[in-house]
């Protein structure tokens, strides 16, 4: 799975978009981009993947630059509830691995009133 | 709709003694179970997964162990903690029904349990 290059603090303030930044430049062709996040004290969350269209649920967006080399999450309105680390995750789903997760150290987002 | 459990939500225990964690899936049939530590403020580390009953696989070397008796349950297992077992533990799945794609290939994480050895 691709390395993947991500701040390791920001801030935002309540009710402003947040947008947070992941590098994956080694990115292979079939490598999808995954995000999650961890609130404090709880297990992590899914929030979003894409190959490379941009991407929109109910929780946020993800836009994949056109070469795939980075990628934004946005938090469209972000409310205190979205303070957590958020990790962006390369990979593609191998069978022979079990599908394994690789997590590294993410980015602290911060929501201020 | 699917769930996980774990249990015990957190524990404290002494150096030396056995280990039990328990996650319970529900809702779903043969899914790919996971277990992982992460250790305050640093990232998730895989420990284990399982792609059926009685199938384990370690990812690190250690002095713990983990056991798939039945399809929706993984326990994880130790003889002897050490100090450095502290961590909080985290339990997840994935629902392959219908084969390994890049949608299906999400996982579910449990509430986690809150290990600390004294």
């Known amino acids: 799975d691709a390395k993947t290059t991500q701040p390791p603090s920001m801030d935002c303030a309540e009710g402003r978009a947040a947008n947070l930044p992941c590098n994956h430049s080694?990115?292979?062709?079939?490598?999808?981009v995954y995000w999650y996040r961890q609130i404090h004290s709880q297990g992590p969350q899914y929030i979003i993947h894409?190959?490379?269209n941009n991407e929109t649920n109910e929780m946020a967006s993800l836009i994949i630059t056109e070469d795939r080399k980075s990628s934004t999450l946005i938090l469209p309105h972000a409310t205190l509830r979205d303070t957590a680390v958020y990790y962006c995750?390369?990979?593609?789903?191998?069978?022979?691995?079990?599908?394994?997760?690789?997590f590294g150290e993410g980015t602290q987002l911060t929501v201020n009133p | 709709s699917q769930t996980i459990h774990q249990w015990p939500a957190t524990l404290v225990q002494p150096v030396g003694s056995p280990l039990s964690l328990e996650c319970t899936v529900e809702?779903?049939?043969?899914?790919?179970l996971y277990w992982y530590r992460q250790a305050a403020g640093r990232g998730l580390q895989l420990l284990f997964y399982?792609?059926?009953?009685?199938?384990i696989s370690s990812e690190v070397p250690q002095n713990l162990s983990a056991s798939r008796p039945q399809d929706r349950q993984f326990i994880l297992s130790s003889k002897k903690l050490l100090l450095s077992d502290s961590g909080f533990y985290l339990c997840?799945?994935?629902?392959?029904?219908?084969?390994?794609?890049?949608?299906?290939?999400?996982?579910?994480f449990g509430p986690g349990t809150r290990l600390t050895v004294l």
């Open positions: 997840a799945w994935i629902n392959l029904r219908g084969g390994l794609t890049p949608t299906s290939d999400t996982q579910y």
């Open positions: 080694t990115i292979s062709g079939n490598e999808y």
């Open positions: 894409g190959l490379k």
């Open positions: 995750i390369v990979r593609v789903a191998r069978e022979t691995s079990g599908s394994r997760l690789t």
């Open positions: 809702g779903t049939s043969n899914p790919n």
């Open positions: 399982s792609v059926g009953i009685g199938q």
